[in-house]
């Protein structure tokens, strides 16, 4: 059971570099989310996703694209990566049901140069 | 002002010791409650639901008090395993929307 993936696991860019990070889940699961995680932030929502081609925006959405045509897929695009956009960055899937725990995957560390 | 917030410690606690954080929440509308532990660089991991009537796993206890809106985790018997970073967090729920995470609380629990 593979569960829910993210690549690359590691990440280094240059400013104004396009970056796509993948998430992949196996679960059939209907929701997925991304976060990022910054000290002294603690983690944040970008943008998350009730279904197939259904998106929205979360916490801190600018400069971040998202898209989701199939259900196991949710990639997360910076259109041209910023250095305040270095972070940890962590999807995660769940069910339906307010009470579904949320699974999240192992990361990404992303640096911009 | 940030909708969850938590003591970030660190709480320094002898093996063996018994541990209580506590976490604030500001939205009234927030319906679903949980704690999460990450370990160092790590992705977050359900440690447990919060029910208002209070529920228990093994050592650990979760307490919720919607009239003072705040979450409560009590750590019985603590072990080394135990160090980790607890976060709170609390949802309007619904389905879809993201967790609202507090910064978490670092513990350190000593030999």
């Known amino acids: 059971d593979a569960g829910i993936t993210q690549s690359p696991r590691y990440k280094i860019t240059e400013t104004g570099r396009q970056v796509t990070l993948m998430c992949h889940q196996t679960w059939s699961h209907s929701y997925m989310f991304w976060y990022r995680q910054d000290l002294g932030h603690g983690l944040r929502l970008i943008y998350y996703?009730?279904?197939?081609?259904?998106?929205d925006k979360g916490e801190v959405p600018d400069g971040y694209v998202v898209s989701r045509s199939k259900t196991e897929n949710f990639p997360l695009t910076l259109e041209s990566a910023t250095r305040s956009q270095t972070s940890v960055y962590f999807c995660a899937s769940k069910r339906r049901g307010s009470q579904e725990t949320q699974y999240f995957g192992p990361g990404t560390r992303l640096l911009v140069l | 002002r940030k909708e969850v917030e938590q003591d970030p410690g660190p709480f320094n606690v002898p093996e063996g010791a018994t541990v209580a954080f506590n976490c604030t929440y500001s939205n009234s509308a927030s319906q679903s409650f949980f704690w999460y532990r990450q370990d160092c660089r790590k992705e977050p991991k359900l440690l447990m639901s919060v029910y208002s009537s209070g529920n228990e796993d093994g050592r650990f206890t979760a307490q919720l008090n919607r009239a003072s809106q705040y979450i409560s985790l009590l750590i019985r018997d603590s072990k080394l395993s135990d160090s980790a970073t607890y976060l709170c967090v609390a949802t309007p729920g619904g389905g879809a929307d993201g967790l609202t995470f507090g910064k978490g609380t670092h513990l350190i629990i000593q030999p």
């Open positions: 996703s009730a279904a197939a081609d259904i998106t």
